[in-house]
Each structure stands twice: as C-alpha cells, then as structure tokens.
C-alpha cells in the first residue's frame, strides 16, 4: 500500500516534533550539567588575624582588626562582629569569588579615655566573627542572604596608661649645657675663689679679737 500524502504529512509532523522534544531536553540536560559544574558557595575558613592588636598607652586611640575568609563558589557575603553579645559591627553586601583566593574586612575598635580610677586597668572585649552568605544563582533570583553563622571568636584588650608631661618652665641647662633661668636666659658665671693664708700669717696659730676694755 503507497503512502499517501495525508500520512507523509502526518509522519513529517511527528518526527519534527520529536526533534523538538529531545532538543528541548538536551538542553535541560545541559543547563543542569552546567549548574552542577558551578559550585555553590560556602565559606569554608573565615578568622581574625593571627597578631591581635591589643592597645596599651595613651587613650583615645583606635586599632584596626582584619579578618580573613576564603570558600569556594561565587556570590555575596555579610560579616557581623559583636562585643559580648551586642553588635558593633555589619558590613554591606560584599562580592566573593573564590578564584580569586582569600578576601579580607577590616573594621575598628576604640580604646575611649578612661577616668583616673580605671588609669592601668586591663579590659577585655570577646569579640565573635558571623557571616552569611547568597550564591550566584540566589544572588540572580534576588533571594535573600541566609542566617548569620558563627566563624570564630578572640580576645581584645585595652588598657589606658598615665602619660607624663613635660613642662618648659623652670631652671635647668639649655641645649649648650649651660645653666639656665627659668626664662632661658643664662646665669651669670659664679667664681669660685679659693682662701689664701695672709702672707706672714701662720695660718694654725688662732687670731684673738682685741678687747678694747683691756
């Protein structure tokens, strides 16, 4: 039995169709095998720099403390530091691509002026690093940043010392190591002059006043 032209069609239109289909899924196969090869991120370290630089001198003064994170993936990340349980501190949304090795953050940390009373004390400050993270793929369907996750915590200390003045008044030398007034201008000389015995005089034998009644 010859085909006719109805079933020529027919058949044409199916196998277009199935074409269609298995490029449709070809393409599903491959957009999925490309997700796959892309990691998602994850921040696999993240610490505060080895040497912390705790304060000890003069206050007001203020320390910069860096802290180091590295992963895999690509996308945003968010950084928290807290003092004690409050936060001090919260970065904007920061870009990461772990191709591009280890990012780091710095942020500050005051040592105030203290009164007297508290002048050689020593404060500590329990300082704890979060973060969060959104990968490129969350970071494309505007989702947002996951819960902040504990990196690491340390110790910074503080601690506020007197600080001596020196005064300009006063006597002293000036920078040609001669005696000085208190208003830098230079003394006069003083001559040391020694005693010298009359001549013809035993200087053992003790002179008696004359008593003018005798």
């Not at 936060?87 to 942020?107: L, R």
């Amino acid at each position: 039995m010859k085909p006719t032209l109805k079933t020529l069609t027919l058949g044409a239109t199916a196998l277009v169709i199935g074409l269609s289909v298995a490029a449709k899924s070809n393409l599903a196969n491959a957009t999925s095998l490309l997700h796959e090869g892309t990691p998602k991120l994850e921040i696999t370290d993240a610490h505060f720099q080895p040497n912390m630089p705790h304060h000890i001198g003069k206050c007001p003064e203020t320390k910069t403390i860096r802290v180091f994170f590295s992963g895999k993936g690509s996308g945003d990340v968010k950084i928290r530091i807290t003092d004690d349980g409050v936060t001090i501190n919260e970065s904007g949304n920061i870009a990461f691509d772990a191709s591009k090795g280890q990012h780091h953050y710095d942020f500050e940390m005051e040592a105030p002026e203290v009164a007297n009373f508290e002048l050689n004390k020593t404060f500590t400050h329990n300082l704890k690093l979060h973060m969060k993270s959104r990968d490129k793929d969350e970071l494309e369907k505007s989702l947002s940043l996951q819960n902040y996750q504990l990196e690491d915590q340390v110790e910074w200390k503080r601690r506020c010392t007197p600080q001596v003045s020196i005064g300009r008044g006063g006597n002293g030398l000036n920078q040609n190591n001669k005696a000085t007034n208190s208003d830098n201008t230079p003394r006069p000389a003083i001559n040391k002059i020694q005693a010298q015995p009359q001549k013809g005089v035993d200087p053992y034998i003790r002179i008696e006043p004359i008593d003018s009644d005798k």
